[in-house]
């Protein structure tokens, strides 16, 4: 059974930052891409960034520069650095596997995500 467990949200002001964790589980997490997506209210989930086995690593135009995702495959973790936030980047973010659209997942479950929120 797939788990993807996220955490390290929280609420910081603009300019600030956040390093979040995605706990994987129920798969051979070394030999899957994984990547990070985010939703706001009344938006459909978008990729913001992912990584390869090989950690090739791809960033969303909106957070190029600024975030940066990395992979621990001995603890089957994924992270998301996020510095500079901006309001904009407000959201819930869950990870997963991209699947052969990489705007769209390859399980079919998702985890519960974790609350960013970005505010003076």
């Known amino acids: 059974q797939v788990q993807l467990v996220e955490s390290g949200g929280g609420l910081v002001q603009p300019g600030g930052s956040l390093r979040l964790s995605c706990a994987a589980s129920g798969f051979t997490f070394r030999i899957y891409a994984m990547a990070w997506y985010r939703q706001s209210p009344g938006k459909q989930r978008e990729l913001v960034a992912g990584?390869?086995?090989?950690?090739?690593?791809h960033y969303a135009d909106s957070v190029k520069g600024r975030f940066t995702i990395s992979r621990d495959s001995a603890k089957n973790t994924v992270y998301l650095q996020m510095n500079s936030l901006k309001p904009e980047d407000t959201a819930v973010y869950y990870c997963?596997?991209?699947?052969?659209?990489?705007?769209?997942?390859?399980?079919?479950?998702w985890g519960q995500g974790t609350q960013v929120t970005v505010s003076s």
């Open positions: 990584i390869a086995p090989s950690g090739i690593t």
């Open positions: 997963n596997a991209p699947g052969p659209d990489s705007d769209y997942p390859l399980f079919g479950s």
